[in-house]
């Protein structure tokens, strides 16, 4: 009797395996080769005459665009493709409102299964005709295991990343890339997004400008602060007099009072503030009450636009009441 309970033990447990095997095979594979969508590129996007930039000033966003899943975002896939456009056409209307000269993108999805295959940051640059881009990729495979409910939105090509959209020739692109949060254990890491910082090199007439597109992490803090830190000693190190660092920090500069005391976002130790006085840029939010997350109820600034000395801020703001992502859009006006 022990001898057959072994033995059914022993296949179940080589079913087991077999099958872990079998799902590690397929959710490992990437959504699409490198030959068919680089992990990263500067993109020139034919548009028909292009809205005209000005000479001396800048309008700059910064968005975390959810992947166009407005306030579904991590909790459950879209609805329909209809829902999907509906959430990118208010995008359009918002941005378009603003006449921007860069948009800072995080949470793009390039042809994903899950967004219809919908390459979200051309739609937006040939909608909003803004001529040049630059993208990275952070998550390149044929799973993905967040939301957790319902599994079967789990499977399917999922490529997403972060974006930059200008009206200013896109002359480099180089990136950083973080570690795995080491809080996290090694199994946990292999189905990880990864956190890349985008740093390109603008031409603005016959200025070079240097700006980085950021999206820290977002539970782990420990790794968030030495993400910091460490693009803090980047940007510091940059030469360049014309510098923006623009993103999701995942790390609150202001809370409304009634925002949840425990909200692993809340800047306890002023790593912002640090920031700021370390690189030397300034943080163009500078009303108190703008906020920018959950869009819905929006009580906590976690998005942000650094600038350098060389720029004069004009004015700056959120585009409010919208719920095509779950955060809003932030936007400053910069003399230079």
Do not use: C
């Not at 740093?199 to 016959?206: K, R, S």
């Not at 940007?235 to 909200?263: E, H, I, T």
Request: proline share 4%.
């Amino acid at each position: 009797m022990l001898k057959k309970i072994f033995k059914a033990l022993f296949i179940a447990l080589s079913f087991f395996v077999a099958a872990f095997g079998i799902f590690l095979a397929y959710s490992m594979q990437p959504g699409v080769s490198s030959e068919e969508f680089p992990v990263s590129e500067i993109k020139n996007f034919s548009i028909q005459n292009p809205v005209a930039s000005g000479s001396d000033k800048l309008t700059v966003i910064s968005y975390n665009m959810g992947y166009g899943s407005g306030i579904r975002n991590n909790k459950i896939p879209i609805a329909d493709r209809a829902e999907l456009m509906k959430n990118l056409d208010e995008m359009v209307a918002r941005l378009g409102e603003s006449k921007a000269d860069l948009i800072f993108l995080q949470e793009v999805d390039f042809r994903a299964h899950r967004t219809f295959d919908v390459d979200e940051m051309r739609y937006l640059a040939e909608k909003l005709g803004m001529p040049y881009g630059a993208y990275t990729l952070t998550w390149n495979k044929k799973y993905v295991a967040w939301p957790y409910w319902p599994p079967s939105s789990h499977f399917g090509r999922v490529v997403s990343g972060q974006a930059v959209l200008s009206r200013y020739p896109i002359l480099t692109q180089q990136l950083l890339e973080f570690p795995k949060p080491s809080e996290n254990a090694f199994w946990y890491n292999w189905f990880y997004l990864d956190r890349i910082v985008q740093h390109l090199t603008l031409q603005v007439g016959d200025k070079a400008m240097s700006v980085y597109n950021v999206h820290l992490e977002a539970f782990a803090e420990e790794s968030r602060e030495e993400q910091l830190h460490t693009l803090q000693r980047m940007v510091k190190a940059d030469p360049a007099s014309y510098k923006m660092v623009a993103g999701d920090f995942n790390l609150a500069s202001q809370m409304a009072a009634d925002a949840k005391d425990d909200d692993k976002s809340r800047d306890r130790k002023g790593l912002l503030g640090d920031f700021s006085k370390t690189t030397g840029l300034q943080d163009a939010i500078t009303d108190p009450k703008i906020y920018s997350m959950p869009s819905w109820k929006p009580d906590k600034l976690i998005d942000h636009i650094f600038y350098s000395a060389k720029f004069h801020l004009l004015k700056s703001g959120n585009l409010s009441d919208s719920q095509a992502s779950d955060h809003l859009a932030i936007w400053a006006n910069l003399g230079f």
